[in-house]
């Protein structure tokens, strides 16, 4: 189904050409039912009083704020592609599959009707009742008119017994609950956000009984789930523009870090040459599996751009970045250090044993490449799972499950 104008029909395929750009860009392929379905449904019917070009941008338009957070957009158009993406490599195709999305915008749930076809389903479920209205309406505007809507928290059962294909999140979890598992049916796949050791990828989990083994993840961030499941993420100021984000529960003494800053900096490389290409999201999650075992406070460290510009902090992506505190130093991942094409890796450190803590993370660093850049499998298991029942990994206890996070060779 397509409705809308000559222009918007240009712009969007000129943004898909953009997207299948990007994705080679990553080593990733779009796939070619998701570049048809993202070819097909216009966008700027889901973000009505946004000017046309603004609509075909590869953004994330904001919808609804609450205070200084957003609580509510219509996803960038590269992070639906890669989730969707995920979600179709995992299931072999969405063809005639029935298929649950929390989040609502409508613009998501009208591609992934397009995707399931006639012998699907597609149901999208926000907590926000101003959402699921303005999604509905945008949803009947574009004559998307069988996406059933349903106000509720997601926490909960949707439909008390009936069970998806896919369940596909699009807000930022920190733990799965039950419901979000009990849903899928015996093979089904839960595509979902989650953040683990403060960092959040987009995990592809396939079902097998009552456990989840991820098939696939993306590098993304997301507004966060409210309601039941919300779990608080905080940023404090250790500088001005400099921030740590915290995890529940996680204290750290600002002032101490932040004087910690303004001691000289010492920095250790692992005296590599990688390629432009190289991805390093992997590498962060290597990092903090392995410094949690050895530093007092694993963190992520995120800078405004002026705190970057001025040499404040020099941070490998200023979004977020691995850091730690321990026993009167500060350290994290610094920025690459180009010679001609080719990089090296390295880290920064500050405070009393800052030439020993630098070379510490650095040592990690050059094992992750030594092993051939491994990726992580990520396993989801009841809370009540023993230890001697679970896979090799660095374990997190959330409050309804233990997540393992499995280093296997490339
Ligand atoms: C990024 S937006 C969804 C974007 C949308 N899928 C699209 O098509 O672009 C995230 C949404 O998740 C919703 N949300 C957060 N927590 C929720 C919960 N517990 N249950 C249902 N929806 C929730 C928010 O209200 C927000 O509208």
């Not at 590869?58 to 219509?74: D, L, M, Q």
């Not at 990688?274 to 949690?292: E, G, K």
Request: glycine letters at 8%; a negative charge.
């Amino acid at each position: 189904m397509s409705v809308g104008t000559i222009g918007s029909e240009s712009l969007r395929h000129e943004m898909v050409d953009r997207l299948a750009a990007d994705h080679a860009a990553k080593g990733l392929t779009l796939r070619p039912e998701v570049e048809a379905a993202m070819r097909t449904v216009p966008r700027e019917l889901y973000t009505p009083g946004l000017p046309l070009e603004e609509a075909y941008q590869n953004t994330a338009v904001i919808t609804k704020r609450r205070g200084e957070e957003t609580i509510s957009s219509v996803s960038a158009p590269f992070l639906i592609a890669e989730m969707l993406g995920q979600a179709v490599d995992a299931l072999e195709g969405l063809e005639g599959r029935h298929a649950l999305e929390i989040g609502s915008g409508g613009y998501n749930a009208s591609i992934l009707r397009e995707l399931v076809g006639p012998a699907g389903s597609v149901t999208t479920v926000d907590i926000d009742p101003e959402v699921t209205d303005r999604a509905a309406t945008c949803l009947a505007a574009a004559g998307y008119n069988d996406v059933t809507v349903v106000c509720a928290d997601a926490e909960q059962p949707i439909e008390p017994g009936r069970r998806y294909d896919l369940i596909i999140v699009t807000a930022g979890a920190w733990d799965i609950p039950p419901a979000w598992r009990d849903q899928l049916t015996d093979d089904g796949v839960l595509v979902v956000p989650l953040r683990t050791f403060g960092m959040t990828r987009s995990w592809a989990l396939r079902r097998s009984g009552d456990r989840l083994a991820s098939a696939s993840h993306r590098q993304c961030g997301f507004v966060s789930v409210q309601g039941a499941g919300a779990h608080e993420m905080r940023y404090v100021d250790i500088a001005d523009g400099v921030h740590l984000r915290l995890d529940e529960g996680q204290q750290i003494d600002t002032a101490a870090v932040g004087g910690l800053l303004l001691q000289p900096r010492q920095e250790a490389w692992a005296e590599l040459n990688l390629p432009p290409r190289t991805v390093l999201s992997d590498l962060d999650l290597w990092l903090a599996t392995r410094l949690r075992r050895e530093v007092s406070e694993f963190v992520v460290l995120s800078a405004q751009e002026e705190a970057v510009t001025s040499g404040v902090v020099a941070p490998a992506w200023r979004f977020g970045t691995p850091a730690a505190v321990h026993d009167g130093t500060f350290s994290y991942r610094s920025a690459l250090r180009w010679t001609g094409r080719m990089f090296d890796i390295g880290a920064y450190a500050h405070g009393s044993a800052a030439a020993a803590a630098a070379g510490r993370m650095v040592e990690h660093m050059r094992a992750w490449v030594d092993a051939d850049s491994p990726s992580p499998v990520l396993h989801v298991l009841p809370a009540s799972t023993p230890d001697r029942d679970l896979p090799e990994g660095a374990v997190l206890d959330k409050r309804h499950n233990r997540v393992v996070l499995a280093f296997t060779p490339a």
